[in-house]
């Protein structure tokens, strides 16, 4: 179920949320840190009694309200716990860095609002970038998990080699897709509902043969995700929405 539709009693045009790894179930009372103190009391103006929405990215949501509105310290005491179930599917994209950061960031945040569970960066024989630090990655996903009002924050991993990758102890099913002109079947009729899911997506320059070789070695279905070439930020992205609609 995605998770625009949650089960609770908030007006969401609204809501405000913010993400807390901190925070911990049964906490009673919260302290932020100076700089969301300042945000929080500084530029949101919020004062006293104010009410505070507070998720640590595992599924909970605190409502809280101001006790002590400084800029240096911002307490709240938490008036309200509410745990939402995980989904019954789970979305991992492996996707090569694009050249341009911009692109993989857009799609980071669109990901995020759609609701993916985790991002693994791998680097190809035809990737452009070779090297991509994941540190405001984090801090895009965050913010479109707060933007969209998702309670879970997506995980993102460490880059990998893509040989590294597919030899390593996945679980559920597991596709590639490729622009090569081999036999593939259609990503939206082999998904399954309920189940893990995960997807390799190439640079713009593609998987090599090699490459392609290696995966379907590993058990990986070659798949198309459509009749048109993508670009590797929409094709990751077209993955993850087509996953997400099957398991609305």
Known sequence: MLMWFLKHELNFKTMQLF????????ATTFFFDKEESKHIVKVLRKKESDKIFITN???????SEIILASEKKCEVKITKETF????????????????????LEWFLEKATEI????????????????????????????????QSLHYYLPKINEPISLSQFVKSNIDGQKFIAHCEETDKKSFQKEIAKNEKVTILIGPEGDFSAKEI????????????????????????????????????
């Open 57 to 63: 990215g595992l599924g909970f949501l605190f409502e």
């Open 19 to 26: 993400y807390n790894s901190d925070i911990k179930q049964g």
């Open 213 to 248: 070789n290696l995966a379907i070695a590993n058990q990986f279905i070659p798949v198309t995700l459509g009749n048109t070439r993508l670009r590797t930020e929409t094709a990751a992205l077209v993955a993850c929405h087509t996953i997400a609609l099957l398991n609305e």
């Open 84 to 103: 939402q179930e995980p989904d019954a599917f789970y979305t991992h994209i492996a996707v090569a860095p694009t050249k341009m950061n911009d692109r």
């Open 115 to 146: 609701g993916i569970h985790e991002i693994t960066p791998i680097i190809c024989d035809h990737s452009e970038r070779k090297v991509y630090k994941i540190d405001r990655a984090e801090k895009i996903i965050q913010a479109a998990m707060k």
